[in-house]
């Protein structure tokens, strides 16, 4: 279902992915680790089509995502570091502007029982300005679901969140995944985050590390530091740059 | 996508109400603008009619670019655009959303500028065909300044750099419109070619923000 | 080109890292060009042009007002010219081209505004006098300053590349409507002195081609020169880039 071949992304001179190789199937439930700066919300963003790629393929229901139609953004749900919402709209008016951007019919009942999902109902209409951290995170999450993506990408999910409000977005994510929808998800803690994944995929300087099965969790911590514990993968050796003096001669 | 250029002019509205920042911000700023002409420029009577035009439309100018600033920020606070060109058909009905938007709320303040410099100016501003001329401008200005508030607020001197790259483009337009409300007051001189001037400023500038405010909101 | 190719330019943003920075023979060839055709152009104006009847001497300055005017305008021309392709095709080599047109045609178009001025003191009795190609100039001059300020505005260099290429776009289509509007309105209220009309006497007009022609070389020696520096910054700062240590 998305098909990652040779993608590179580099932001001027400075390269953030750099030849990412990757296959995820459909309904797949898949974590993205690494260090900062490793390149997974950039990835993420390329596979949202928010960035685009600098080279290589990126193909998602075998659709370019450079390319990406509305039918194929509509199908997809991006949390971001950012909320994504508008602090001078309350929680109700956050989801029903953008129910009314994806073209939903009758909203108001998903709405609802999104809020008593992510426990805002009581907040439903306060401005989210005057919202914690975690219940914005709260309130983005239910953004992102709002209109039943067939692909999650979701960005360190769980930051800011309580232990009740992380439960409740387990359960979210879980009762989506049971009805075929494919999960992309970073994180920092994989074995704390980790429960709803099948395969984990290790990011480091723009490349894939290792891509394997979950296996037990209480052992993926230590799997994740052997594996950055590796010498860091070599960039290609510095093109010859040639010293020139003010008449343009090369010393 | 009438429906969700509808949705983002009913979003910025909602937003507004709850806040009431960009209007009350504008039209503070108006109405001092409008008085410090009047002391600087001593418009009493006569000068004052003279001027009203003038000191009209650089109110308007400078008040817009306060409120333009605002509307795109209030885009740009929880990490930019990127709600919204995941669910919009095309990346110009943002362009159609926001400067519709900022159309209406700069049109709220002129209708209470008009007004108001109708009795400081003493000259009768409360004319349909020089609201007519009023639309018509806001209408290029709104257009220009989405545009280039968008481009503004992803730099680092974000308020400073709005009028610094609107007001040059906007010269045609102001002057324009100074002529051709100055024109309408004097009642004698006609106006048909300011007003051609404004429609085709609208038309280029609104052709010219279709084309390349996608290349302004791409990640 | 074939079909593919060109689909896959359009599709990604490609980053190329610099372009030629070392001075090729067609630098020195520019540079060597312009500085004769100047010479060729001071002797001209101060020797073969007759001396205007009503102004005097003063009047000498508009051979090279005229071209400082027409050379700032191209030059922002071909910026608007390259923030299309830049846009269409997203390559560096466009943006750098841009930037650099607009730098050069800001100098030349300052220099026209300065000689402008330069030309009204003495002849109207008044440093500035709005006059419909003053006007226009004055208009680009600020346009353009906007642009570089925009340029300085951001350290994204692919994000400013884009807002830069759309503003290059905007600013000169704004040229043509505030010329139209700055006619218009000059001739509402008539100007005492009016530069219309102004008929050249076949010296005069020659030399006017020879200053056009001189300044137009030099703003391509310029050009090219102010290329090879941002094309040397860019591997400048690639290099700088490899070397920093991984990102943490």
């Given at each position: 279902m998305i098909e990652i071949r040779g993608l590179k992304k580099a932001f001027g001179p400075r390269v953030a992915l750099d030849g990412v190789v990757l296959d995820i199937e459909a309904g797949e439930r898949v974590l993205l680790v690494g260090p900062n700066g490793a390149g997974k919300t950039t990835l993420l963003r390329i596979l949202a089509t928010l960035s685009r790629p600098t080279?290589?393929?990126?193909?998602?229901?075998?659709?370019?995502?450079?390319?990406?139609?509305?039918?194929?953004?509509?199908?997809?749900?991006?949390?971001?570091?950012?909320?994504?919402?508008?602090?001078?709209?309350t929680a109700r008016q956050n989801l029903r502007f953008y129910a009314r951007m994806y073209g939903m019919d009758k909203p108001d009942a998903r709405i609802a029982s999104l809020l008593s999902a992510v426990g805002l109902e009581r907040r439903a209409d306060d401005l989210v300005r005057e919202f914690s951290r975690g219940m914005q995170q709260r309130l983005a999450v239910a953004r992102a679901v709002l209109h039943a993506p067939k692909l999650l990408l979701l960005d360190e999910?769980?930051?800011?969140?309580?232990?009740?409000?992380?439960?409740?977005?387990?359960?979210?994510?879980q009762t989506l995944t049971q009805v075929g929808c494919t999960l992309l998800m970073t994180t920092h803690y994989p074995a704390q985050e980790g429960h709803l994944a099948q395969r984990v995929?290790?990011?480091?300087?723009?490349?894939?590390?290792?891509?394997?099965?979950?296996?037990?969790?209480?052992?993926?911590?230590?799997?994740?530091?052997?594996i950055l514990a590796r010498p860091a993968p070599v960039s290609p050796p510095p093109a010859a740059l040639a010293a020139v003096d003010w008449r343009g001669k090369e010393l | 996508m009438l429906r969700q250029i509808g949705a983002i002019v009913a979003k910025d509205l909602a937003a507004e109400l709850h806040t009431r920042e960009i209007v009350s911000a504008m039209l503070v700023f108006a109405t001092m603008a409008i008085l410090i002409f009047s002391f600087a420029l001593d418009l009493r009577g006569a000068s004052g009619r003279a001027a009203a035009p003038g000191v009209l439309w650089t109110t308007i100018a400078f008040s817009g670019t306060l409120g333009l600033s605002r509307s795109l920020a209030r885009e740009q606070q929880n990490g930019g655009l990127s709600g919204l060109l995941l669910a919009v058909e095309e990346r110009s009905v943002i362009f159609f959303g926001k400067?519709?938007?900022?159309?209406?709320?700069?049109?709220?303040?002129?209708?209470?500028?008009?007004?108001?410099?109708?009795?400081?100016?003493?000259?009768?501003?409360?004319?349909?065909?020089?609201?007519?001329?009023?639309?018509?401008?806001?209408?290029?200005?709104?257009?220009?300044?989405?545009?280039?508030?968008?481009?503004?607020?992803?730099?680092?001197?974000?308020?400073?750099?709005?009028?610094?790259?609107?007001?040059?483009?906007?010269?045609?337009?102001?002057?324009?419109?100074?002529?051709?409300?100055?024109?309408?007051?004097?009642?004698?001189?006609?106006?048909?070619?300011w007003i051609r001037m404004l429609v085709v400023y609208d038309l280029v500038m609104i052709a010219v923000g279709v084309v390349t405010f996608e290349y302004v909101v791409e990640g | 080109m074939s079909v593919e190719s060109r689909e896959s330019q359009v599709a990604t943003r490609v980053y190329e890292v610099g372009g030629k920075t070392k001075a090729s023979g067609w630098d020195w060839a520019l540079g060597l060009l312009s500085s004769v055709a100047f010479l060729v152009a001071l002797a001209m104006v101060f020797g073969y042009a007759p001396r205007e009847a009503t102004m005097g001497e003063i009047q000498r300055i508009f051979y090279f007002h005229v071209a400082s005017a027409w050379v700032g305008f191209f030059g922002f021309s071909v910026t608007f010219v390259a923030g299309i392709l830049y846009l269409v095709r997203s390559q560096r080599r466009w943006d750098i081209l841009g930037l650099s047109s607009a730098e050069v045609g800001l100098a030349f178009i300052t220099m026209a505004v300065v000689t402008g001025s330069l030309w009204a003191g003495p002849v109207w009795g008044t440093y500035w006098t709005w006059e419909p190609r003053l006007t226009i100039s004055a208009v680009q001059l600020l346009l353009y300053v906007a642009y570089v300020m925009l340029r300085a505005s951001t350290a994204n260099e692919e994000r400013i590349a884009r807002f830069a290429a759309v503003y290059g776009i905007v600013a000169f289509v704004t040229v043509p409507l505030s010329w139209f509007a700055i006619r218009w309105w000059r001739t509402i209220h008539p100007e005492i002195v009016s530069s219309e009309g102004m008929g050249l006497a076949p010296p005069m007009r020659m030399t006017l081609f020879v200053s056009v022609a001189a300044f137009t070389l030099l703003y391509a020696a310029l050009l090219r020169q102010r290329m090879r520096l941002e094309s040397a910054r860019d591997r400048l700062t690639a290099a700088q880039g490899r070397l920093a240590p991984e990102e943490w």
């Open positions: 080279g290589g393929a990126v193909r998602v229901w075998g659709h370019d995502v450079t390319r990406a139609d509305v039918a194929i953004r509509r199908m997809i749900g991006f949390l971001s570091h950012e909320s994504l919402l508008y602090d001078d709209l999910p769980y930051t800011g969140l309580d232990v009740a409000a992380a439960d409740a977005l387990t359960v979210l994510l995929i290790v990011m480091r300087r723009g490349r894939v590390l290792d891509d394997g099965p979950l296996g037990e969790l209480t052992t993926l911590d230590a799997r994740y530091r052997a | 400067a519709a938007g900022s159309f209406v709320l700069m049109l709220l303040v002129v209708v209470v500028l008009l007004p108001l410099g109708s009795v400081l100016l003493n000259v009768n501003l409360l004319r349909p065909d020089i609201a007519g001329v009023m639309v018509l401008g806001t209408v290029g200005y709104a257009a220009v300044g989405t545009l280039l508030a968008a481009i503004a607020v992803n730099t680092r001197a974000r308020e400073v750099m709005l009028p610094i790259l609107a007001l040059p483009v906007l010269v045609p337009l102001l002057i324009a419109a100074v002529q051709a409300t100055a024109g309408l007051l004097e009642g004698m001189v006609p106006v048909d070619s | -």
